[in-house]
T-cell receptor
């Protein structure tokens, strides 16, 4: 039972354009959402997060949007750069004492020069 | 550099053997998480410790165990290894249970 879904395994965009990565979740107990970037043979790198009390969070070129009613979040990267090419993972954690992260399956972003 | 250190980076061992993976969390972080990434499984949560105490268990096999020591470093012990245990094992740490987790570079385990 996949509680966090990234339905697009891959995405290609042109350098300078916007990249939009999408993520859906099913568990209504999730209240904290994160995006990670991962290069091959390296650990995931934290990018940006958002709490369920917000619907938008910005950090430089990265903006995360949260639509709680649709159980959907997205990561916007503007402008996209070739160095952004990596696998992007959406993750969520829920209420309770554990708060471990549940990850989506990832989206491979390729930014074309 | 996330500040989370994992050793060793690579490990090759035979089936039936036992190995120990080590993780040093970021300075000040109390929570340590272990994740497994297999080719076809994505990042799967294994176990979490908070300030020395086990807090949550995920899809961790009974052959696997972990602990967090008083200095907050953690070890993941994998025993009776099988070919299917070959994977990347990541450790992550966070200051609290409501802050972002930062990952180490991982240990690539190959069971032959």
């Amino acid at each position: 039972d996949q509680q966090v879904k990234q339905n697009s395994p891959s995405l290609s965009v042109q350098e300078g354009r916007i990249s939009i990565l999408n993520c859906d979740y099913t568990n209504s107990m999730f209240d904290y959402f994160l995006w990670y970037k991962k290069y091959p043979a390296e650990g995931p790198t934290f990018l940006i997060s958002i709490s369920s009390i917000k619907d938008k969070n910005e950090d430089g070129r990265f903006t995360v949007f949260l639509n709680k009613s649709a159980k959907h979040l997205s990561l916007h990267i503007v402008p996209s750069q070739p160095g952004d090419s990596a696998v992007y993972f959406c993750a969520a954690s829920g209420a309770g004492s554990a708060r471990q992260l549940t990850f989506g399956s990832g989206t491979q972003l390729t930014v074309l020069p | 550099d996330s500040g989370v250190t994992q050793t060793p980076k690579h490990l090759i061992t035979a089936t039936g053997q036992r190995v120990t993976l080590r993780c040093s969390p970021r300075s000040g972080d109390l929570s340590v998480y272990w994740y497994q990434q297999s080719l076809d499984q994505g990042l799967q949560f294994l176990i979490q410790y908070y300030n020395g105490e086990e807090r949550a268990k995920g899809n961790i096999l009974e052959r696997f165990s972990a602990q967090q020591f008083p200095d907050l470093h953690s070890e993941l012990n994998l025993s009776s290894l099988e070919l299917g245990d070959s994977a990347l094992y990541f450790c992550a740490s966070s200051y609290s249970q409501t802050s972002a987790a930062f990952f180490g570079q991982g240990t690539r385990l190959t069971v032959v």
